[in-house]
């Protein structure tokens, strides 16, 4: 079945580079979100689309980190200047309403590697 | 500030037998919470998940019990089997929000 994608599944940045991640979210989904896992950590919310709006980005950790979807169906992490803290996987989640909280599903995640 | 806890990192049962997870949280506005399963390489796979108003939910082998006056649930497998082992969170949400707070995880161990 189509599930939610993303890629690449592993990207090696040196430091002070900008990488850019990419999301697939099951077709139709209105909602979909951003999250960071830390090693050992559970994932936490970075950024939230209701469609192509951008609701919440209050876990986004700096301004180097954007994110998008200007159609409301693919969406773009962007870190730029990357450092080593940014390290960690990148899960994308997509649900099929908003407003009311639902099952997720998620991605495969990005694992972002930074040197 | 860590909202939801889950205090045990590992947890190793043999097949046949119950497994008993557990999640704390300190937020007395969260009203949904869910469990996810997660396997190496994966995704975080959804399980089962709760309401507030309800203090029991039952799926085959899966119960989640939600005690809210002591802000702790907890995810029942009975009974186990090899298959379950993998990492299991506890999330949680507020009213208002779609966005899930997640805890640091248990890993299960099934073993025969």
């Known amino acids: 079945g189509a599930g939610v994608s993303q890629s690449p599944r592993y990207k090696v940045a040196k430091r002070g580079q900008d990488v850019a991640l990419r999301c697939d979210p099951i077709s139709g989904h209105v909602s979909l979100f951003w999250y960071q896992q830390a090693l050992g950590q559970g994932p936490e919310f970075l950024t939230y689309f209701q469609n192509e709006a951008q609701l919440d980005k209050s876990g986004l950790p700096s301004d180097r980190f954007f994110a998008e979807r200007p159609e409301g169906s693919v969406s773009t992490l962007k870190i730029q200047r990357t450092q080593q803290e940014d390290s960690a996987v990148y899960l994308c989640?997509?649900?099929?309403?908003?407003?009311?909280?639902?099952?997720?599903?998620f991605g495969p995640g990005t694992r972002l590697t930074v040197t | 500030d860590q909202q939801v806890k889950q205090n045990s990192p590992s947890l190793s049962v043999q097949e046949g037998r119950i497994s008993i997870l557990n999640c704390d949280y300190t937020n007395s506005m969260f009203d949904y919470f869910l469990w996810y399963k997660k396997y190496p390489a994966e995704g975080p796979t959804f399980l089962i998940s709760?309401?507030?108003?309800?203090d029991k939910n039952e799926d085959g082998r899966f119960t989640v019990f939600l005690n809210k006056s002591a802000k702790h649930l907890s995810l029942h497998i009975v009974p186990s089997q090899p298959g379950d082992s993998a990492v299991y969170f506890c999330?949680?949400?507020?009213?208002?929000?779609?966005?899930?707070?997640f805890g640091t995880g248990t890993r299960l161990q099934v073993f025969p």
């Open positions: 999330a949680a949400s507020a009213p208002d929000t779609d966005k899930l707070i």
């Open positions: 709760i309401s507030s108003i309800k």
């Open positions: 989640a997509s649900s099929l309403v908003a407003g009311v909280v639902s099952e997720q599903y």
